[in-house]
């Protein structure tokens, strides 16, 4: 089955930019999506089909994928971007979802 | 407003069962897929199983196969994740997701605390 692997952890002071990494085989060759879940809530969309963002996601996210690594910017970190942030893609082979393992962003 | 809205919090003793709910509201219910995902205290996202609301299709990660049922009764919009038995590692946060094939899950419920104790 297909793995993603995210780094436990990232820090970054308030203004400068996190960079969340999302690691698969050839996952370039697939369509990730990201979600933030903030403490206490429920998780949320914030990137699909690699780069787009959904309505009401500020532009400071951004995202990417190739090779064998997807990943997720946040510009301009806040306060509020305090959270775990998971990466997503689909398995066709086996036809699920597969989630990663989730990276907490701690703002400093 | 399109959202997911889930049952409340239960507190179950290991053995019982329970059947918790998910419904939708502002869209065509039995055109997506709804999955249900785990969330143990402290950890990460573990989708369980995803059901197709038009035709009851499902598929089961293979951790949660036979552990639990997803069903849905898409005449009141409203997919279930159900337990005929009860453990204490049970005890986590459930959420619901909507999604189409191939996409990833778009809109989340608030999730459902299951807590399992003696």
């Known amino acids: 089955s297909y793995v993603l692997t995210q780094s436990p952890s990232v820090s970054v002071a308030p203004g400068q930019t996190a960079t969340i990494t999302c690691g698969g085989n050839n996952i370039g060759r697939k369509r990730v999506s990201w979600c933030q879940q903030r403490p206490g809530q429920a998780p949320v969309l914030v990137i699909y089909d690699d780069r787009r963002r959904p309505s009401g996601i500020p532009e400071r996210f951004s995202g990417s994928n190739s090779g064998n690594t997807a990943t997720l910017t946040i510009n301009r970190v806040e306060a509020g971007d305090e959270a775990d942030y998971y990466c997503q893609v689909w398995d066709e082979t086996n036809e699920h979802p597969v989630l990663g393992t989730g990276t907490k962003v701690t703002v400093l | 407003e399109v959202q997911l809205v889930q049952s409340g919090a239960e507190v179950k003793k290991p053995g019982d069962s329970l059947k918790i709910s998910c419904k939708g509201f502002g869209y065509r219910f039995s055109s997506y897929w709804i999955g249900w995902v785990r969330q143990m205290p402290g950890k990460g996202l573990e989708w369980m199983g995803i059901?197709?609301?038009?035709?009851?299709?499902?598929r089961y990660s293979p951790p949660f196969q036979g552990q639990v049922t997803i069903s849905v009764d898409k005449s009141i919009s409203t997919a279930y994740l159900q337990w005929t038995s009860l453990k204490a590692a049970d005890t986590a946060m459930y959420y619901c997701?909507?999604?189409?094939?191939?996409?990833?899950?778009?809109?989340w419920g608030q999730g459902t605390l299951v807590t399992v104790s003696s």
């Open positions: 059901i197709y609301a038009g035709d009851s299709e499902t």
């Open positions: 997701a909507k999604f189409d094939y191939g996409d990833p899950f778009d809109l």
